[in-house]
């Protein structure tokens, strides 16, 4: 059955010997050179407590207490930055998955030390936070939060590393423990030199676990690469209320005053939550999908001014969208859309200052003792396609309908931003620009 929504993340992250010091290495049993996994599920106390960040200067102020809310409100800002520059260098459509970032980054705060470790956890924007003294809080509360969010089935959300390692490349086994422990890591030894095979075999091992979704992902490969991580996100989301595609016409979609194109418009009447935005001029719908989950959907009021919109894009933001909405009944249409998007992050991330990583100055002494390595690239791309379809469940109950200044009538036939998250931890998992349904 096709579902209301479909996402595919996958990143990839290469690192190589910037310094000739490499040792031999013993010969590997069979368990390391197939594909290890390790599930562990790891409950969740129930007295966490939701704090907002306040507007002192960081040396000014406590820092805030350790809880996976404050995890992700921050690893939220962390999206909305990367967003922002991207979104600041590409005028067409948008899509990328701040939890796949996080996911890599936070791998990477096992194997850094140092400047490198410092520069991952102030980009993430958990400096603010206390810090426990050890570099594996951060990692387990992410492990935390990926359990919790996979396991519900309603929710259909799967995540997953894999990591590709060249022959006679040496990982310490502390790394190689603890991201089994923390990422369900799965390890794989490859031959880089032999780049043929190489590519085939990850290739072939991205499309298994994607379910057919990205045959191809690296269509050349460097022989020097001694690592190379891989993180997915599949997302297969099915609305609460699905739209009837009785009701899908061909309608005009105006991307600006000059041009237009014909799309799959998707049309439902039905009781949503929504909101004005006085200040930002904008109307922001919220739709849901089974499983705690659900995608705001923001159109200007104006055609273009999605990029105002963008530069104040924030938790804070969101957090007020949603504590705005009433329930109403409205007519919705809404365009078909699928998007595939693939974003080289290397240049991103150094604006927002993960710099020493990049360069012969990286310090990732706990990921290796051979030499000098430095992260080459990374890599993220994603898919998203929305249709009408989903599963009917019990209708949205406990929001009153109030009249507000919002029209009866909400017609998406021009840009707009969209963001899924996931609602018990407010994990932002996705967030996008669709200027042009009709391109991938």
């Not at 562990?40 to 939701?50: A, C, L, Q, R, T």
């Not at 894999?162 to 490349?169: R, T």
């Not at 499309?207 to 990205?214: M, Q």
Request: proline share 3%; with cysteine; charged share 25%.
């Amino acid at each position: 059955m096709k579902t209301g929504i479909y996402l595919l993340l996958l990143s990839k992250v290469c690192a190589e010997i910037t310094k000739a010091a490499i040792k031999p290495e013993s010969p590997t049993n069979e368990k390391e050179n197939s594909l290890m996994e390790v599930n562990k599920k790891v409950n969740i106390s129930e007295d966490w407590h939701y704090h907002k960040n306040n507007s002192k200067p960081f040396e000014e102020r406590g820092l805030d207490d350790f809880t996976l809310y404050n995890f992700t409100e921050k690893t939220a800002n962390f999206g909305f930055n990367i967003y922002r520059k991207i979104a600041m260098t590409h005028d067409n459509n948008v899509i990328i998955s701040p939890l796949s970032v996080s996911a890599l980054m936070s791998a990477y705060m096992l194997a850094a030390e140092g400047e490198t470790y410092s520069q991952i956890v102030k980009a993430l924007n958990l400096h603010t936070l206390k810090d426990r003294g050890d570099h594996q809080h951060l990692p387990s509360l992410f492990k935390e939060l990926k359990d919790n969010i996979t396991m519900n089935e309603e929710l259909l959300l799967e995540q997953g590393t894999l990591s590709f390692i060249h022959k006679d490349f040496r990982l310490r086994e502390s790394f190689l423990n603890l991201s089994k422990q923390y990422f369900d890591m799965e390890f794989q030894r490859v031959d880089f030199q032999n780049f043929t095979q190489a590519k085939s075999d990850i290739n072939q091992s991205i499309n298994k676990r994607t379910r057919g979704k990205i045959p191809e992902l690296f269509e050349e490969l460097d022989g020097h690469n001694k690592l190379l991580l891989v993180d997915y996100v599949v997302f297969k989301g099915k609305w609460v209320h699905p739209f009837n595609s009785k009701f899908t016409e061909i309608e005009t979609f105006h991307i600006n005053k000059y041009r237009s194109v014909e799309v799959q418009m998707m049309f439902k009447s039905d009781k949503i939550n929504s909101t004005f935005d006085d200040n930002l001029r904008c109307t922001v719908i919220k739709l849901p999908y089974r499983g705690k989950a659900h995608m705001l959907i923001v159109i200007p009021e104006k055609e273009g001014d999605y990029i105002l919109l963008e530069d104040h894009l924030s938790t804070e933001l969101v957090e007020s969208w949603l504590g705005n909405m009433k329930m109403r009944k409205v007519d919705i249409s809404l365009p078909k859309f699928k998007l595939q998007q693939k974003y080289k992050m290397k240049k991103l991330l150094h604006a927002l200052g993960i710099k020493n990583l990049f360069t012969r100055r990286a310090d990732l002494s706990h990921l290796t003792d051979e030499g000098h390595v430095a992260v080459s690239q990374i890599v993220q791309k994603a898919v998203i396609e929305v249709d009408e379809e989903g599963t009917e469940a019990v209708a949205a109950s406990g929001s009153e309908i109030t009249a507000f200044t919002m029209p009866p009538v909400i017609k998406v036939d021009q840009p707009f931003l969209f963001m899924i998250f996931e609602e018990t931890f407010k994990t932002l998992l996705f967030i996008g620009r669709v200027v042009d349904p009709t391109e991938m």
